[in-house]
């Protein structure tokens, strides 16, 4: 089960990302509409569907955090 921030996190992730919702679906083995669909809230994806968005994601450089709440940020690079 996704938490009710889950969708604003997901998008502001994809913009960290520079990823138009086709990119990350393409990146998760997913469709565009699925995107659409868990960012709108609008569904209750499943659990590999989750782990391929947040690989995806993560694979592009965004960390998901819970600092306090929910959110997203860029890792850092190693020097």
Known sequence: MINDA????????R???GMSRA???M???TTERTIARIED???????STLAA???ALEAAGVEFIDDGGP???LKEKAA
């Open 71 to 73: 959110g997203v940020r």
């Open 23 to 25: 990119d990350l679906a």
């Open 53 to 55: 968005i947040h690989t």
């Open 27 to 29: 990146q998760a083995s």
């Open 15 to 17: 913009a960290l990302a």
């Open 6 to 13: 889950y969708p604003r996190q997901l998008r502001a992730a």
């Open 41 to 47: 809230g609008d569904s209750s994806p499943r659990a």
